[in-house]
């Protein structure tokens, strides 16, 4: 199964933090392992240059497409006008959030997130 992966999940994962989930994790493993595909929303990686320019994170965006072109059950989903009509229709408040969703929706995928948002709008199946 595709999995669209958010912010936190995909740097949390690159860097072994703790913070990721059990269930998350097994989920980023299974994507290691070929088992399931991972999908990296252009915002994510928007999401990811910005906290790194602001030093919220250690990584940097450099490094996370360094690790994702090594990575070859990892595919970056641009945005698309598809992606867009998707979200429009979309009832979540944050824009980056609606795109993730509307992401998952176009490519029928489920959603890697903490994000209270995303899991209880019950739109996309997710996973924490």
Known sequence: MPYVIDAHALVWHLTNDAK???DARAVMTRIDNGKDKGLVPTV???EILYASERGRIALTLDDVLKELRKRKHYR????SRAVLIVAQKINIPELHDRLIV???IHRKAGVITRDEDIMNSGIVKTVW
């Open 20 to 22: 990721l989930s059990a």
């Open 44 to 46: 994510v990686l928007a």
């Open 76 to 79: 970056i989903e641009p945005f």
């Open 102 to 104: 509307a992401t998952a």
